[in-house]
């Protein structure tokens, strides 16, 4: 920002001496460099009053998310009820989390064995949103839905709000192949238990 403002002031200090000397009336190659540079000092500007982290949340660039039926049709950003949030950047599609005691209720429970064996059985099972290939969402994609630059839980709660802000299961895959259960907090504290809250994934892993 600093070096924009130098070169700023630079092509004005020059053109002022030229304009002295009888040697410029504004030519046009002068006059396109201070354009330049007076472009590239607005989005300095810009940037410069951005919220912290704001680019990497997509806040700035408008919402990634689209809401989806229990067909997997696309729905309005003001529906009141979906059951899935598919990431249009990243080829995701996400179970939304409810309050109503089902499947996917969001205080629910599982231990990684149950997570697996029961919670995602049951989704594959019924063919949740029409789809069979639900699974556990490895650490990169549960890193998608972090959303720093809001109070916790640190999501987009107009797309995901029930979310809590505890720990959820992932996964990664360490050096040896080997699959390691893991977990992640959407909130500020990360606790060690044996059982931990889920929500399922599909789509081509990141």
């Known amino acids: 920002m600093a070096g924009v403002i130098f070169s700023y002031r630079a092509e004005l200090s020059k053109s002022k001496i ?62 009141v009820a979906w059951a899935m949030v598919k990431d249009t950047q990243k080829g995701l599609t996400w179970e939304a989390k409810t309050v109503d005691g089902s499947i996917h209720n969001a205080t629910n429970e599982y231990t990684w064995k149950e997570a697996k064996e029961v919670f995602l059985a049951e989704l594959n099972g019924a063919k949740f949103g029409g789809f069979d290939d639900w699974r556990m969402p490895n650490d990169t994609e549960i890193n998608t839905l972090m959303r ?39 909130g500020k504290k990360s606790v060690r238990a044996a059982k931990h809250h889920a929500i399922a994934v599909r789509g081509r892993e990141l």
């Open 18 to 79: 030229l304009s002295q000397k009888g040697e410029l009336s504004m030519s046009w190659p002068v006059f396109c460099r201070l354009m330049r540079v007076t472009f590239f000092l607005f989005l300095g500007l810009i940037a410069s009053t951005l919220p912290a982290g704001a680019e990497e949340s997509g806040v700035v660039s408008g919402s990634l998310f689209v809401k989806l039926d229990a067909l997997g049709n696309e729905l309005s950003k003001d529906a």
């Open 148 to 186: 720093r630059d809001q109070e916790e839980p640190y999501v987009d709660r107009a797309y995901f709000p029930n979310i809590l802000p505890v720990t959820y299961w992932n996964f990664y895959i360490c050096g040896s192949g080997a699959v390691m259960s893991d977990t992640k907090s959407f």
